[in-house]
């Protein structure tokens, strides 16, 4: 039997934050729906922004590469699914989230090496403070551009507008979305 991974990458450092909230009731629904789940916290982790890239070689070398990122990598290539916990940070995403991405560059000129991301099932859970206007597309645009670069198929997302700590976990039509685009990722990563 093969065992679908749901893997999260929390960019909040707000630990039961709304970000983290929604990707447990998305790891609520892909673990339904038969899939081993993890989630990481990139703020835990030692990653930093990207260095010069070399290519001398044909290919990119990561000068980075002995603090924490590749250690995620490992976990990002195994995984089916990827889901991004993303709040909009100054329209954008948070820096740990961009400092991590970014450094996916060392695999991008490799084609041997960027086919171990082809295939992957993405999505985005996000929230935002506005409570006057929707600021979910600066995070949902760039991640679902990640995806098409990286081969994924970018299958959806949940957005919310919350501002307290963990406001989201009350919000059970919220919450019941995420849990179901779990499932439905792990369904999509299945077939
Ligand atoms: C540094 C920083 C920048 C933010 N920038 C925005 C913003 O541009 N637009 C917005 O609507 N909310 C902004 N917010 C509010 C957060 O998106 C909001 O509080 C969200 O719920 C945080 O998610 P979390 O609980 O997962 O950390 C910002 C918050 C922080 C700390």
């Given amino acids: 039997m093969i065992f679908l991974k749901a893997l999260a990458l929390i960019g909040s450092p707000r630990k039961g934050g709304n970000t983290d909230c ?3 009731a998305f790891l609520e629904g892909a673990a ?3 899939a081993e789940i993890e989630k990481i916290y990139l703020d835990d982790l030692n990653i930093r922004p990207i260095a010069e890239v070399c290519d001398d070689f044909g290919m990119r070398v990561d000068l980075r590469a002995d603090d924490d990122w590749r ?5 990002v290539i195994e995984a089916d699914v990827l889901v991004w916990g993303a709040p909009v940070y100054w329209q954008g995403v948070p820096a740990q989230m ?10 991008y000129a490799a084609e041997w090496l960027n086919q171990g991301f082809a295939g992957k099932i ?3 859970l996000c929230a935002y403070g506005d409570p006057t206007q929707d600021q979910s597309k600066w995070v949902t645009e760039p991640i679902a551009f990640w995806a098409e670069r990286w081969r994924g ?3 959806g997302d949940v957005c919310v507008s919350a501002g307290k700590r963990g406001a989201v976990a009350e919000m059970e039509d919220v919450m019941a979305a995420a849990r179901e685009l779990g499932r439905k990722a ?3 990563a299945g077939e």
């Fill in 153 to 155: 198929e970018y299958i």
């Fill in 186 to 188: 792990v369904s999509a």
């Fill in 22 to 24: 929604l990707a447990d």
């Fill in 71 to 75: 250690k995620v990598m490992n976990k």
């Fill in 32 to 34: 339904e729906a038969g």
């Fill in 122 to 124: 993405w999505a985005v």
């Fill in 98 to 107: 961009k400092c991590f991405a970014d450094r996916w560059s060392c695999y």
